[in-house]
């Protein structure tokens, strides 16, 4: 069974504070690994695909990396606006759902 | 992107009744329609799968006579909650992969928050 742990829970920044979050994954043939951001009562919003370790990816702030266990995804001097959750899921083998972790929820404060 | 309209946004309704949740997509046609749940501070959990034209395919545990699921266009996948009680209580999400896309990304519905009193 396909399997995916991010941590931390939570994590609160001061603005500027760069920071990492992890997405660990157990699965049997990944196909991509995908970060979403989901603000409060809204639907995920895509992010990031990543398809093979080694395989890096940016837009703004924002940097996902991949290895074959982990992604992690960097945020670099971040601001409120970056404020929300994190979501990291996986699609695997012939399926085209896709398997979330339970995501991280991020504060950026002034 | 891909556009996945969802209404409702919000919903409240009496224990008992029905209530049902449209997703279109807008500028892409969806063969394929994924329908996720997703309780507070929890992840997304996939309910059940529509595709054009055949019966949805439900998750282990979903009761597919409670969750009522019709794809009948390109364009057009509702997912109808019958007799909800409060259990049902939740944030309702519909996705759609985009063909132009490749398949693999998925393009995500507002969400449906549902509250059964």
């Known amino acids: 069974e396909d399997q995916v742990t991010q941590s931390p829970e939570a994590l609160r920044l001061q603005e500027g504070e760069s920071s990492s979050l992890n997405c660990s994954y157990t699965v049997s043939g990944l196909r991509g690994l995908f970060w979403y951001r989901q603000d409060p009562g809204k639907g995920p919003e895509f992010l990031f695909t990543l398809y093979s370790a080694g395989e890096e990816k940016e837009k703004e702030r924002l940097k996902a990396t991949l290895t074959k266990k982990e992604s992690f995804l960097h945020i670099t001097a971040p601001k409120p606006e970056d404020s929300a959750t994190y979501l990291c899921a996986v699609q695997a083998g012939s399926a085209r759902q896709l398997t979330f972790g339970s995501g991280t929820q991020l504060t950026v404060l002034p | 992107g891909a556009v996945v309209s969802q209404h409702p946004s919000r919903v409240i309704c009496k224990s008992g009744t029905s209530v049902k949740i449209e997703c279109r997509s807008l500028d892409f046609q969806a063969t394929t329609m994924f329908w996720y749940r997703q309780f507070p501070k929890q992840s997304l959990m996939l309910m059940a799968t529509?595709?054009?034209?055949?019966?949805?395919?439900?998750e282990q545990g979903v009761e597919k006579d409670k969750f009522l699921i019709n794809h009948a266009s390109l364009t057009l996948s509702t997912l109808t909650v019958t007799s909800a009680h409060p259990e049902d209580s939740s944030f309702y999400i519909c996705s759609a992969p985009d063909r132009r896309t490749g398949n693999e990304k998925l393009f995500f519905g507002s969400g449906t928050q549902l509250s059964v009193l």
């Open positions: 529509s595709n054009e034209g055949s019966k949805a395919t439900y």
